[in-house]
């Protein structure tokens, strides 16, 4: 099930704020069995195949955090930890990249060696609440939480379906306390949910809208593509990509805050960044501090030497690239970021600097636009094609039709999203905040948001709608 | 209470009171099982079963059948074609909406069409050998092609769009080559309009069919073809010999149903009735139905569609004027044959047609052996000339 379907939102949603809001009335504990309860009915929605790999992460992450706790001696500790990172490392190996290892392995061509590739179909998720799950172990390993005897918390924490297939990745430190103990209020709820139609709205209207253009450009063969359709594809592949994990993550922590959680921001307008480590300090922020806590200042930083510093960031990098997808192009998209990153570190990100603001945009806007493309092509020639295509070798020249009726066609959505990619929220806000004697910006202030959401939730809906129209010439009665 | 509180509290209240009402109103309001702008069933409730639950296709299915049933959805549809259209959105449902033509958006796929010569081959091959068997037994095949009015109005693509005139015109070229190899009676219809002009009223703005007058200028085309190529001396109706009439009713074509009939049009339908009347009976599937042959609407501000002629596509018609002096047809394909039979029945003794699409008693070749019709007439439209499916399944007996 996905928040962005007609079943989430009038059937699932419903059901739960009635369970919660009346059954749950006053009991912490009835709250939080209601929302396991939802979670888990949420979840098996995608399969009830997928439950046993949830429910084995969920008990094996409760039973290490009890070991790992510091009421254990040292040594029970550092083998519990071990194990635990082999055992949530090794979840992720095998239903996310077994195929593609073997693959590898068989694409050598050793002698006597040939490996099946096991045909494991990757449960919904996994990425998200494996990390979820080691996050609670380290946690209590690094003295961040206590271990909870409850196994139900633990569940809830790793199940909270809000958060459990996309994000963002709550670290358990931050919420163990929200998961005994927190206060569902009217402003949150309202303002939860204003949040959740933003984030369904970005994810309806712009995303799936923009992801049309990126479909086109790059199911077709790239190199007959025109400049014009290769860039407008890559843009809108940028575009789609913000609109769709921001809005969800919007979503997300729209309806944790509804149900009296806090849950970490994800996004914080990447693409006005001046350069790629201003990018990766605003996009996806959950997964970066993860990687940054739990591996990056595990294996030294930046206080070591120069050589271990850059070794550092391959692996952060290669590992962060490689968590996206079991398939070389991640892998390329990672180490791509990791020589930007260690070029803006130690090479050329004194001089960029020092370039105007304009400059700094558009190039940091170039080598996100290239890390898309390498994100999104299913192989190097795709990614070669792509390219040549971009700077004008392609077959189809420099424009193309193609081109010009997408551009009509999603001149709005491309529009709105490029708007909406930048910050004028703020600069509404505190221009109205500044007049909030007159009683026009007094009204916006405390009306526009909820009237806004709620245009937009409804158009939402009526594109979810339209989603399942289905014409045909002759009639299929 | 403060004015944040207050759009707080209303807010909380209309998000509340619209994902409450939705599920109740779609569990207790009006349903149907049909829908009607999309000509489909809607999807039904799945079943529960061990493997759907296990792998998540009950849920999906499930999922599927919520959408098609949710509250007020064609009027959710409606608003959204009504919002694309007031956008300016050149595309629409799939229908490119130019100024003067509702048309069929094709994309912007190309490929190489040289592998339309051997599926042409084999189509000559086949209708060679239909032809031969006809001949057979004295009796006489003509194929009619026609274009689809996206053909037709090429010219009104906008000059950003690929009308797919490339694509058409190679398998009318390789079509019309393989029916002269095979000495087989074809008229390209498309060819024919081009001589006459290609007048715009021949084909309708919002369908994808033509309209009465480009089927009556088929139907004079291949009645003199008959004429010319055999000893029937058909009696050919003229303008003069016919009483036409212009429907009142709004016209809702094929494009502009997927538009939920939003886009303004002058279409009107035009049918016309022999002035001098000949009696006849019909039956539809073996079963006799009333002698008519257009399902016209009851009321002037009710719709009228395409169906309106023969009332649509049926598998089996049979109309038996009870002339036995006079020859017997066949005429066979698509829905471009609807608009012809209610004129050619006039100068035959019986009209079988058929459409097999949705007729499967008997293959091709069984239903003419069985009634040795003196003429045969394929109808088909020149997207579809090389396509072995349908009415393109040329299946002989022998």
Redesign the interface.
Known sequence: MVFSSLSFIFLFLPALLAAYFLLGAGSIKIKNLILLVFSIGFYACGGLRFLPALAASVVFNYLFGLLVSNKNPGKTRKTAIFCATAFNLGLLVWFKYIGFFAEIVNSLNIKGLKIPVPTVVLPIGISFYTFQGMSYVFDIYYGNAKAERNIFKVALYILLFPQLVAGPIVRYHTIAEQISCRKETLEGFSQGFMRFLFGLAKKVLLANQLGRIADAAFSAPAAELSAGMAWLGVISYTFQLYFDFSGYSDMAIGMGRAFGFSFPENFNYPYISQSITEFWRRWHMSLSTWFRDYLYIPLGGSRVVLWKQIRNLLVVWTLTGFWHGAAWNFLLWGLFYAVLLIGERYIWGKAVAKLPGFFRHVYALFFICIGWLLFRSGSVQQISAFLSAMFGSGKAGGWDGQATYYLLEFRWELLIALLASLPPKKAVHSFLERREERLWANFLLNWGAPALSLILGFFSVMRLITSSFNPFIYFQF | MS??????????A???I???F??LY?WLGPHSD?SF?????LASRPEISREG?????F?KD???C???H?ML?DK??K??VL?DLA?K???V?DIIVSPDALLDFHG???WDTAYLTGLAEKAGQNYGALNEKIKSYGGYFCYLGLPLQSSYFASKYP????SRKWHVDDIRAAFSKAMVENKVPFIDMHAVYDSLGSPDDFYFESD?HYTFKGAFAAYTELMNRINADTDFDVEILTESDLDFITLPNPYLG?TN??LYGLWPTEDKLEIAFPKTPVEFSRRDNGVPVEASLFALPKNDGDIVTYLAFMG??VGETVIDTNRPELPDVLIYGD?FTNPLETLIWFSFNKMYSLDF?YYTAQTLGEYIDKHKPDVVICVRDETVYLSTDGNGAVELSD
């Open positions: 004015s944040k509180r207050r759009s707080q509290v209303l807010f909380a209309l998000f509340v619209a994902i409450f939705a599920p779609t049909i702008y999309e000509q489909r069933k639950l296990w792998d998540g296709q849920f499930a999922e599927a919520y959408a098609d949710f959805r959710f549809v608003l959204n919002l956008l959105r050149p595309v449902n912007f796929m190309k000059s950003y769009m690929d994808h094929s149903r997927k649509g596509d829905s699409r």
